[in-house]
């Protein structure tokens, strides 16, 4: 089976821009959640979407979105770049709530 | 809330020399321990989960014992090898939520 794979690996943009992260889940996973990796703050949660709806959400600005498909594939977007969004971000799916979350590669974005 | 602690790096070793790196962590409830590992440029990877008290799990030679009295969820392995050089995280989920928190993350360096 496929892992999780995550569009683009890398990507550079400017402050006050914004971004479109890709992640496509294992076949069969329905759940998919995003979290933010920095050397500072470690890696944090940003939000887990089930069934094309948002399910959980951690503690980010309302910058910070994303969405789900009827085929499970996700995207989050971040709008107005700032310089502390750089970063990489992974994506992780799993079967349903409660089951082991299976990670990407990540993005990692640098904004400048 | 939730919240995990773990033993902060870095942690250097010679081949062959015994691994611990602690975790401990805060919960309600009866959560799912997990460590994952990423290498470099790479995304996080499950090395090894477990899901009720006294649980043992393992994987390539590392072990850890869900120990609900300590609340540890402490990762061993015998003997290390250089490839597994890493940083290893330990992390939580509460029940039938896909809110992960994980600890800072340890880097282990292993010397030939």
């Known amino acids: 089976k496929a892992g999780v794979t995550q569009t683009p690996r890398y990507l550079i943009k400017t402050r006050g821009q914004q971004v479109t992260l890709s992640c496509s889940p294992i076949s069969g996973h329905r759940s998919v959640s995003w979290y933010q990796q920095t050397p500072g703050q470690g890696l944090q949660f940003l939000f887990e979407?089930?069934?094309?709806?948002?399910?959980n959400k951690g503690n980010f600005p309302g910058r910070f979105s994303g969405r789900q498909f009827s085929n499970s594939r996700s995207e989050m977007n971040v709008s107005t770049l700032e310089l502390g969004d750089s970063a990489l971000y992974l994506c992780?799916?799993?079967?349903?709530?409660?089951?082991?979350?299976?990670f990407g590669p990540g993005t990692r974005l640098l904004v400048l | 809330g939730n919240s995990v602690t773990q033993m902060e790096g870095p942690v250097t070793l010679s081949e062959e020399a015994f691994l611990t790196i602690n975790c401990t962590y805060t919960?309600?409830?009866?959560?799912?321990l997990f460590w994952y590992v990423q290498y470099p440029g790479e995304g996080l990877q499950l090395l090894l989960k477990?899901?009720?008290?006294?649980d043992k799990g393992s994987n390539k030679g590392f072990e850890a014992t869900y120990r609900k009295e300590t609340t540890s969820f402490h990762l061993e392995k015998g003997s290390v090898q250089v490839s597994d050089s890493a940083v290893y995280f330990c992390a939580l989920r509460a029940y039938n939520n896909n809110d992960m928190r994980f600890g800072a993350g340890t880097r282990l360096t292993v010397k030939p």
């Open positions: 477990a899901t009720k008290a006294d």
């Open positions: 979407y089930f069934s094309e709806t948002q399910r």
């Open positions: 919960a309600t409830g009866y959560p799912s």
């Open positions: 992780a799916s799993s079967l349903e709530g409660g089951e082991t979350q299976y």
